[in-house]
């Protein structure tokens, strides 16, 4: 039981005994500490009586909780990543680690858990929406060029973050409630921040950039990658994730095909620092799936499938990745030719893709500013578009989306269907009255 005693200097002194713990930290039968602690007023000495012994009946010590409360969030954050590794994929848990050591390590984790406060998380992402990505704004100028705000959503995803690992401290006991669940907006009303918009291009346009990296960049095997990409709606992870085995083509010239999307690979360094490819399972369950190809399109996948050095390996990356200079030079190949530098052991790199030919091509043709992603947005826009417009339903199982409102609010704008006209409804014609008499009984 714990009691209190007054102090001589007014202030009041709240004592108790509890087990004393192995370096296990299990009670060691007959054995006690006298714990202590010290409070301003009598009415905080009862408040925290009350609160020691309801401790002591949950067997949860005193001592014990006031020392996780002290702990670092950095070591919370360690939990949080070691117990996340077999339930997290990899590139994912990697996404939040890199996070946390840019936007969350610095100002909180050295941090004792228990002094972190909803007004202080609320202060730090103010902090981040105000802050400067890496990027460069579209309309600075090239001899003094200016960072882009940071967007919302990398500020969101640190929030998140903050989240999972302080939920570790509410399960450890060590805090009572999550400061990081109070409830912040980012609009883009008060921000002067305008809507994000998709800059879907169209098929007449993902053509004439396919052409320019074939033609002035000599680099047909990437223009393929475009139109690929632009006719089937794949997202940039899948696309790499691709093996020859998942293309279903006849030998047929002018049948379509189709490609099965089963893994996604993305660019990660493993424990050792070496850079790897891991194949893990697609974003949900409906991105499993099976896509159609155009007959045309079939038969430019045919055509390579002819000269890839790795066709009769199934399990081959379909579309290769690009060697650095360096080992380039090592290998002795011609660095200033572009196809002389693929290395048919690794998929396609699209990041580096974007900056070295997308995104040179785009401007050279003085096309819209499209990101790699928007070549999937492409897909959808230009069948629900069309005229008539492909059922949204079949659209959406091809784009792998988890519900079909999903797709109805992406592209629902999209959708081609004039809403001036009326919808063709006849005049109505009453019906005969009947002229069955009913009894009263």
């Known amino acids: 039981m714990a009691y209190i005693r007054e102090l001589p200097n007014g202030k009041y002194r709240v004592l108790w005994r509890e087990n004393a713990t192995d370096e296990f930290?299990?009670?060691?039968?007959?054995?006690?500490?006298?714990r202590c602690e010290t409070v301003a007023d009598a009415k905080a000495a009862e408040r925290r009586r009350i609160a020691i012994e309801d401790q002591i009946e949950r067997s949860d010590s005193p001592a014990s909780q006031r020392a996780k409360a002290g702990t670092p969030l950095g070591e919370y954050a360690k939990r949080y990543f070691d117990g996340a590794e077999s339930r997290i994929g990899s590139v994912t848990l990697n996404g939040y680690r890199n996070i946390y050591r840019r936007h969350i390590a610095d100002r909180f984790g050295g941090r004792p858990v228990g002094s972190i406060l909803p007004s202080d998380v609320s202060s730090w992402f103010s902090d981040l929406l105000a802050g400067e990505s890496n990027r460069y704004t579209p309309d600075s100028d090239p001899?003094?060029?200016?960072?882009?705000?940071?967007?919302?959503?990398?500020?969101?995803?640190?929030?998140?973050?903050?989240?999972?690992?302080?939920?570790v401290a509410v399960l450890d006991s060590a805090i009572t409630a999550n400061p990081a669940l109070v409830k912040l907006t980012t609009?883009?009303?008060?921000?002067?921040?305008?809507?994000?918009?998709h800059c879907p291009l169209t098929p007449a346009q993902i053509a004439t950039?396919?052409?320019?990296?074939?033609?002035?960049?000599?680099?047909?095997?990437?223009?393929?990658?475009?139109?690929?990409?632009?006719?089937?709606g794949l997202r940039a992870a899948e696309v790499a994730g691709l093996e020859i085995g998942d293309l279903v083509l006849s030998e047929i010239p002018g049948t379509a095909g189709s490609v099965r999307v089963e893994r996604t690979k993305t660019k990660t360094r493993d424990k050792t620092g070496q850079m790897v490819w891991p194949?893990?399972?697609?974003?949900?369950?409906?991105?499993?799936?099976?896509?159609?190809?155009?007959?045309?399109?079939?038969?430019?996948?045919?055509?390579?499938?002819?000269?890839?050095?790795?066709?009769?390996?199934?399990?081959?990356?379909?579309?290769?990745?690009?060697?650095?200079?360096?080992?380039?030079?090592?290998?002795?190949?011609?660095?200033?030719?572009?196809?002389?530098?693929f290395d048919w052991s690794k998929p396609v790199d699209l990041n580096n893709f974007y900056k070295r030919f997308m995104q040179p091509a785009l401007v050279a043709l003085n096309l819209p500013a499209a990101r790699f992603h928007d070549l999937r947005h492409s897909f959808a826009v230009n069948l629900l578009s069309a005229s008539p417009p492909v059922d949204f339903k079949r659209v959406s199982k091809w784009l792998g989306h988890s519900t079909f409102?999903?797709?109805l609010d992406v592209y629902g704008d999209y959708i081609n269907e004039d809403v001036s006209k009326p919808a063709g409804m006849t005049r109505p014609v009453a019906a005969p009255a009947s002229n069955v008499i009913r009894f009263a009984r």
């Open 143 to 167: 001899e003094a060029p200016e960072f882009a705000k940071r967007d919302p959503k990398t500020a969101k995803q640190a929030l998140g973050v903050l989240r999972r690992i302080c939920n």
């Open 25 to 34: 930290g299990s009670p060691i039968k007959g054995q006690y500490r006298q």
């Open 187 to 197: 609009s883009s009303k008060r921000n002067g921040r305008r809507r994000f918009k």
């Open 405 to 407: 409102t999903l797709t």
């Open 279 to 341: 194949a893990e399972p697609t974003k949900t369950d409906e991105s499993a799936r099976v896509v159609p190809v155009e007959a045309w399109l079939a038969d430019d996948l045919r055509d390579y499938l002819r000269t890839h050095p790795s066709t009769g390996d199934a399990r081959a990356p379909l579309f290769p990745g690009r060697m650095t200079l360096t080992e380039a030079k090592a290998q002795g190949r011609n660095v200033k030719d572009s196809a002389d530098r």
């Open 209 to 232: 950039l396919a052409d320019y990296i074939a033609t002035e960049q000599h680099n047909p095997i990437y223009a393929l990658l475009v139109t690929f990409t632009g006719f089937t």
